[in-house]
C-alpha cells in the first residue's frame, strides 16, 4: 500500500534507518580493489575509494587501524581490505570502515614465499646433511624445462663451445603459469626413475616473480627434495630466487651457470687424466735414466768380462722394458681419446637441434600470421581516423567565422576577449569570415558588475 504525504519522514530519520539495517544485516568483509582518491588528515584517519573495473566504495581508515595496518594506503595500490559496513548519516552515503588492509599481488606472494619458506626450513628441507654429493664426472644429464625456451638453447651452446663429451636428455614441461606446477612436478619423478641419469637440472629463464611462481610450490619443492639424482636449480637471473633453490643440491644463479659448471668438470677431469699421463712418461723416463746411469757406472768400476757381459744383457733388457712401457701408456691414452670421440659422436646423434629448429618455424609463422592481423587493425583504425577528420574540420574556426563571428587581435598578433583588455588609442585588427578591418580604440566602457 502507497504511503501517503502524511507518513513523510525526515532525511535524517531515513538516513539512521538504512544505517541500523546496513550495519544489522550486513557482515564484515574482505573487499579487494584499487586504492584511489586518498586523502590523508592530519588527525592520522585516511580517506580513499575502492575501485575495480565495475565500481567503486567509499572507505575510511581510522588512525588507530591504520597503525596497525600491514601497508600503507596510496593511491593505485591494489590492496585487500577487511571491515563492516556502515551509513555516514550526513551525507547519506555508505562505507566500508576499514579494519585491516594487506597489499594484494605481489605483496601478498611474497608473504606466501616467506611463510612456505620458513615451514619448509623448519620440516628440515634445506639442512645441509640432505645434500646429495654431486657427480665428478657428469656425462649423462637431464634437463626440465620448456623445449622451446632460451634456457635450454643456452645450455647447448655452452656444451657445445665447452666441447662437452655427454649426453642431455630434456623432460619438456611446462615453466609459466597454472598448468606448470603438475607438468613440472610429473618430469621431475618421471627423471627420477632415470637410473642411467647422472645429474638432474631444473632450469628456467629469467621473468618477473609472477612468471617465477610456479617454482615457488610446495608440490615441486618436495619432489625435488625426494628425488634420488644430484639436482641443481638454475632459475631465471641472478637476483632471482624460488624455493627450488633452497631444496636443490646446488643452485646456479643462470642455466647458462649451471651449464659451464657441468661442462667445467668434465674438462677438469680430462684436465687430469692429460697431467697424469705426463707425469706417468716424466716418471718412467726418469727411472730410466737413473737405472742405465747406475749401470754405466758399475760397468765402469768392474774388469771382469762375464760381469761386463751380464751388464750389458741387463742394460739390453732394461731398454726393452723401456719400449713396452711407453707403448702401453701411449696404446692407453689412445684408448681414452678414441672413447671420448664415441662419446661426441653420440652427443650429436641425439642434439635436440633438429626439435629446436621445427619449433622455430612454427614461431614464424605465428610471427607472419600475428602481422598480418595487426597490419589488417591498424588500417581499420586509419580509415576510421580519416572519417572524423571531416566532422572535426566542419566544427573549426572557419565555421564560426561564416556564422558571424569575428575574431579581434592585438598590434602581437595576439586574440583578446575582453575589453578589459584594451585603453584608448590601441590598434587592433579584426577578422571577418571575407576579410580584416584595421581599427583604433577611441573609447573603452566596460560593463560594471
Known amino acids: 500500500m502507497r504511503p501517503s504525504p502524511q507518513d513523510a519522514i525526515g532525511v535524517s530519520e531515513l538516513n ?70 556502515s551509513v555516514y548519516e550526513p551525507r547519506g552515503t555508505y562505507q566500508i570502515i576499514v579494519r585491516e588492509l594487506i597489499e594484494d599481488g605481489i605483496g601478498r606472494l611474497q608473504r606466501e614465499f616467506e611463510k612456505l619458506k620458513e615451514q619448509l626450513r623448519r620440516e628440515g628441507l634445506f639442512d645441509s646433511d640432505r645434500k646429495k654429493a654431486l657427480p665428478w664426472l657428469p656425462l649423462n644429464v637431464g634437463v626440465v624445462t620448456s623445449p622451446s625456451g632460451a634456457a635450454v638453447r643456452d645450455m647447448i651452446s655452452v656444451f657445445r663451445r ?14 609459466q603459469g597454472d598448468a606448470a606446477i603438475p607438468s613440472l612436478v610429473r618430469q621431475v619423478r618421471r627423471a627420477s626413475e632415470m637410473k642411467e641419469l647422472d645429474l638432474l637440472v631444473v632450469a628456467r629463464g629469467g621473468g618477473s616473480l609472477e612468471d617465477l611462481w610456479c617454482f615457488n610450490s610446495e ?15 638454475a632459475i631465471g637471473h641472478e637476483t632471482d630466487v624460488v624455493l627450488t633453490d633452497f631444496v636443490a643440491d646446488l643452485r646456479k644463479e643462470t642455466p647458462t651457470g649451471a651449464a659451464e659448471w657441468i661442462s667445467s668438470a668434465v674438462a677438469q677431469v680430462q684436465r687430469d687424466f692429460e697431467s ?61 681419446w678414441k672413447d671420448q670421440s664415441a662419446i661426441q659422436a653420440r652427443l650429436m646423434v641425439k642434439s635436440p637441434e633438429r626439435e629446436l629448429v621445427r619449433k622455430n618455424s612454427d614461431v614464424e609463422s605465428l610471427q607472419k600470421r600475428f602481422k598480418w592481423v595487426v597490419d589488417r587493425r591498424m588500417q581499420e583504425k586509419k580509415e576510421r581516423v580519416e572519417a572524423v577528420i571531416p566532422v572535426l574540420r566542419a566544427g573549426g574556426l572557419d565555421h564560426n567565422l561564416r556564422r558571424g563571428f569575428a575574431i579581434v587581435r592585438d598590434e602581437k598578433g595576439m586574440t583578446a576577449g575582453r575589453a578589459s ?14 576579410g580584416k578591418v584595421q581599427v583604433r580604440a577611441e573609447k573603452v566602457f566596460l560593463t560594471k558588475k
Open 421 to 434: 583588455a584594451w585603453k584608448e588609442g590601441d590598434s587592433m585588427s579584426i577578422e571577418f569570415v571575407d
Open 276 to 336: 697424469l699421463g705426463d707425469l706417468l712418461l716424466r716418471s718412467g723416463r726418469e727411472s730410466l735414466r737413473e737405472r742405465l746411469a747406475e749401470l754405466e757406472r758399475l760397468r765402469a768400476r768392474t774388469v771382469a768380462r762375464p760381469f761386463l757381459r751380464q751388464i750389458e744383457v741387463s742394460s739390453q733388457r732394461l731398454d726393452e722394458w723401456q719400449d713396452r712401457m711407453v707403448r702401453r701408456i701411449e696404446e692407453a691414452f689412445i684408448s681414452r
Open 219 to 233: 608440490k615441486l619443492a618436495r619432489a625435488l627434495s625426494n628425488c634420488p639424482l644430484p639436482t641443481i636449480s
Open 16 to 85: 539512521r534507518a538504512l544505517k541500523r539495517i546496513i550495519e544489522d544485516g550486513f557482515p564484515a568483509v574482505w573487499v579487494r580493489g584499487e586504492v584511489s582518491n586518498l586523502r590523508k588528515q592530519a588527525s592520522g584517519h585516511s580517506y580513499f575509494s575502492l575501485k575495480d573495473s565495475g565500481g567503486q566504495i567509499s572507505a575510511v581508515l581510522f588512525r588507530g587501524n591504520a597503525m596497525r595496518a600491514e601497508c600503507e594506503p596510496r593511491d593505485g595500490l591494489q590492496v585487500i581490505a577487511f571491515g563492516e559496513l
Open 162 to 175: 665447452m666441447n662437452w663429451p655427454g649426453t642431455l636428455r630434456v623432460f619438456p614441461s611446462t615453466v
